[in-house]
């Protein structure tokens, strides 16, 4: 464990083994560093942040800070980042708004410069951020998840598994898993094939969800109607019922969330 000479890092933290700590740092107590991080220049990390094994925190990072909510009112909550994360130079990933509860970002993400994550996000494992994405509070963002730069996600939006969101898009509504999607605001162009080809997707399957996406998004059905029709006509594997199950669930909330109540 190395840790700068101009670096502050409290007492109460606990850093585990091999942990670098570059200059300029600051570490609040009651925070926990995984074996083998490296926290860059000026970066700091705010107490009740929980970091994982094998993170490179790059310069000017900023973790744990309190949540941009008018609703949060001093409440102990946290930010729980998993193993092996790039976080490269000023990224700002806040804790949650509510007693115990916690933003989450999942393990093997890189996460590019300037990108932001509000309060109460979720973000899973093996996805990129390119730079300036921001994703507001209460978000969620699945697995294997591909977004170009300076995209935007409103709160409560949730992002399916394996899709790919184009640069610049405003996103305002769910975007379906192993979708492509793109625009301001953003649309579904297609299933995101060159993504579910790189993730072991077989060839059939690949062509059952080409098919279900233009059932669900290119033919004149509406969605409740389209789903009838997919289950009719299009091999009901796994992935297809989830695409499935997540376009019927996103009717259910409001504005085109799911998790949306208004």
């Known amino acids: 464990m190395g840790i700068h000479p101009s670096a502050i890092v409290d007492p109460k933290a606990e850093l585990g083994e091999g942990v670098e700590i570059l200059p300029f740092c600051v570490i609040e107590g009651e925070t926990q560093i995984g074996d083998q991080c490296v926290i860059g220049p000026h970066a700091v990390i705010r107490k009740w942040t929980i970091i994982g094994e094998g993170c490179r925190i790059s310069t000017g990072v900023v973790l744990g800070e309190e949540p941009q909510d008018r609703k949060f009112r001093g409440e102990k ?13 000023y990224v700002t990933l806040h ?26 996000v979720v973000i899973g494992s093996d996805c990129q951020f390119a730079n300036m994405v921001q994703i507001s509070g209460h978000t969620t963002i699945e697995d294997k998840v591909n977004v170009g730069g300076m995209a935007g996600f409103h709160q409560f939006v949730t992002v399916g ?89 996103v009717d259910k909330g409001a504005m085109g969330r799911q998790h949306s109540t208004r």
Do not use: W
Not at 77 to 89: A, K, P, Q, V
């Open 77 to 89: 909550s946290f930010l729980r980042i998993g193993n092996g994360n790039l976080i490269r130079e």
């Open 95 to 120: 804790r949650a708004t509510g007693e115990g509860e916690s933003s989450i970002v999942g393990e093997n993400n890189m996460i590019m410069g300037y990108c932001h994550a509000g309060h109460n």
């Open 161 to 249: 598994t394996m899709a790919m969101v184009g640069a610049l898009s405003r996103n305002s509504r769910d975007v379906p898993p192993f979708a492509l999607v793109e625009g301001n605001p953003a649309e579904v162009r297609g299933p995101n094939l060159i993504g579910l080809e790189r993730n072991q997707v077989s060839a059939e399957e690949r062509a059952a969800l080409k098919k279900a996406f233009r059932l669900l998004f290119r033919s004149q059905h509406n969605i409740s109607d389209a789903l009838k029709v997919v289950a009719e006509e299009v091999e009901m594997t796994d992935r297809v019922r989830y695409l499935c199950d997540f376009v019927a669930r």
